[in-house]
């Protein structure tokens, strides 16, 4: 053993995060992101991972299963009405102005 190993051992991966992303004019049109950490035994984190369904790499690739597109727009359609509750509510609609006949 070197004087400057540290031997631990990684028994644990936790995904904490996982990111859809809509790419209506590409060939695959959802993209999914997902990160996570390796833990030790004593749930310290050692490192992070990081796959990505259209990432460049293809040791991070991964094909995203037909079966997750429908779990995907059940996300998004449940999303939808508290996002357009939110916007509606911080984007006022602007006044109507008043109207003015331009002379050239």
Known sequence: MAINEINITINKAVITSVTFKLNPQEEEPLAVQVYGELLTDKNKRVTTFSYDSDGWSEEQKFKVPVYF????????????????????????????????????
């Open 69 to 104: 597109h429908v779990i995907a727009k059940e996300v998004f359609k449940q999303l939808t009405p508290i996002i357009y509750e939110k916007i509606n509510g911080t984007f006022k609609a602007l006044p109507e102005g008043k109207k003015e006949e331009l002379a050239f």
